[in-house]
């Protein structure tokens, strides 16, 4: 039970910070004609396409005692963030970036400029313009940004068995603890969390595609 506590509060909060974090990021990127616009949303996707052992590992090198942020959150009296649960958040938001920032860069781009005009020719601020005009119109995309962010990270297994490693209340979430049923031949116990996995997956990939059919899609 510890496990799928320590997942949900895991998953609840990279979530939550993925959404403040990549609002932004995905309103620039569906908005620039910047030439960095490219290599941001390549960074951005990258976790797509990257094996989460190989993300993990130098998550894991720089955080370490001899990297810049290992050594920087020791200087600033943090300590070092491998195989604690803050460490498993920063690699969390990292690796379920995508699966946030894409499906909200989506929603802004289907807006579209008629929207912003007519709120520009009422002398509405930007500020105004983006709380009362773009985040109403974007909501199917937060919802997926959402539920998207937050199912991934329930998933996740290689970053943070890089990471986090398999610390009983700390970092030791439920994928890493059906892992450890396995290695130990307990297959009634890891099926019963596996299901559970299944239903859980199944369950919110239910709830998307319902809720919200024209958004369920990300690039």
């Known amino acids: 039970m510890s496990a799928v506590i320590l997942t949900l509060q895991l998953a609840g909060l990279t979530t939550l910070i993925l959404l403040l974090l990549g609002t932004p990021l995905a309103w ?111 909501r199917p995309g937060y919802l997926t940004a959402t539920v998207m962010g937050f199912a991934h990270t329930v998933g996740e297994f290689g970053v943070v068995l890089m990471i986090g490693g398999n610390i009983p209340n700390q970092t030791r979430v439920v994928s890493v603890q059906i892992y450890d049923h396995v290695e130990a031949l307990e297959y009634t116990q890891a099926h019963w969390l596996a299901g559970g996995m299944v239903v859980f997956s199944f369950t919110v ?14 690039r």
């Open 205 to 218: 990939l239910l709830a998307l595609y319902v809720l919200n059919p024209t958004g369920r899609r990300m």
């Open 28 to 138: 620039w990127l569906a908005r620039t004609r910047s030439w960095a616009k490219g290599p941001v949303g390549a960074v951005v996707a990258l976790p797509l396409v990257l094996p989460p052992t190989v993300l993990g590992f130098y998550l894991l090198v720089t955080m370490g005692p001899n990297g810049p942020v290992g050594q920087a959150t020791q200087a600033l009296g943090i300590g070092l963030l491998p195989f604690t649960f803050a460490g498993l958040v920063v690699g969390s938001v990292l690796y379920s970036l995508p699966f946030v920032v894409q499906p909200l860069q989506n929603a802004f781009e289907a807006i579209g400029e008629r929207p912003l005009e007519a709120a520009a020719t009422l002398r509405a601020s930007p500020l105004d313009t983006f709380f009362s005009v773009v985040l109403p119109l974007a």
